[in-house]
């Protein structure tokens, strides 16, 4: 798969996980395919997230398992060697792109300038993620590169929640959002799985035009 059929595949939402604990990493995932989502981004913010990402993969081999925080070439490597299925990074670099391809892995970037949205152009990247979505301007600014970069889709993350997602995903140029609010990290720490699979019902729920 590339990274534009895994971000259609996620529509509307892509949950961001972040897993402390590596034997809550299987459970959360059940928890959100019972709420019918169908790709997931585990963060390396943790000691255990290459482990919960290749637990997963074991365990669910129908839900899409990406890394996310994935910003140098060696957590790229490791990400392949878990299974993970396809590597999101905060930014891009040219090692980094490297790395994504000598992998054979999907790989999207994030980006939040023209100039940055050019640069992975010129590395052939047309699916980036726009982040910090909020902080660096939001749907206005996501709105203004619709025009002139025509090809180019987006999946933001950063600060979107249940409030604001719908505005995101009426834009021509997105194709879903991210999130960690489907499943934060205190209702991980509490097994909270049923509030959860609520969280992510209602965010699929969400229709992406
Ligand atoms: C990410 O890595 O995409 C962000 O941490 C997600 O941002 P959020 O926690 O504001 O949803």
Redesign the pocket.
Known sequence: MNIRSILHEAAPVMP?LTIEESELAVPLAEALVAGGMRAV?V?LRTPVAIAAIANIRQALPELIVGA??VVTPRLMHEVQKAGGQFA?S?GFSTALGAAAQECGLPFLPGVVTASEIQIAMEHGLENL?F??A?HAGGVKLLSSYASVFADIRFCP?????EDNMAHYLELSNVTCV????IAPRDMIAKQNWNSISKRAAKAMSAVNE
């Not at 993350?157 to 929640?161: A, H, Q, Y």
């Not at 991210?178 to 609010?181: A, I, K, P, T, Y």
């Open positions: 961001v981004e963060t996310g925080t999101v905060p993620k982040f910090p909020e993350t950063g600060g979107i929640r991210g999130g960690s609010w």
